[in-house]
């Protein structure tokens, strides 16, 4: 099992920054691909960003792209989110995932590949 924490959710404004970040333990954190997920109210969960274990490899959702980034710290068991020039339609409900994605589209984010999931931190982004 692999227990996911995350924190550094709240109200930010258009233009702003936010680091979201999210506290793995259980197994052990580097041998998972971590993901962010987001989910806005009345849609579908989405897709935002994805690091590989050693942390070298990356994907990132085109609605995202050039604006938030994803690193991790194995040492700290920690994965982090830096979103920057928020706008309104970052607001959601962010959740962090592990897993061991298999196929050659982990960049993707495929919601399926990961087993484990945190509770979420509500980041709300005001115009």
């Known amino acids: 099992q692999v227990q996911l924490v995350e924190s550094g959710g709240g109200l930010g404004q258009t233009g702003g920054s936010l680091r979201l970040s999210c506290a793995a333990s259980?197994?052990?954190?580097?041998?998972?691909?971590m993901g962010w997920f987001r989910q806005a109210p009345g849609k579908e969960r989405e897709f935002v960003a994805v690091i590989r274990p050693s942390g070298s490899l990356m994907g990132i959702a085109d609605s995202v792209k050039g604006r938030f980034t994803i690193s991790r710290d194995n040492a700290a068991n920690t994965v982090y989110l830096q979103m920057n020039s928020l706008k309104p339609e970052d607001t959601a409900v962010y959740y962090c995932?592990?897993?061991?994605?298999?196929?050659?589209?982990?960049?993707?984010?495929?919601?399926?590949?990961?087993?484990?999931w945190g509770q979420g931190t509500q980041v709300t982004v005001s115009s």
């Open positions: 259980g197994r052990t954190f580097s041998d998972y691909t």
């Open positions: 995932a592990a897993g061991q994605p298999l196929t050659s589209s982990w960049y993707k984010g495929y919601a399926y590949e990961y087993n484990y």
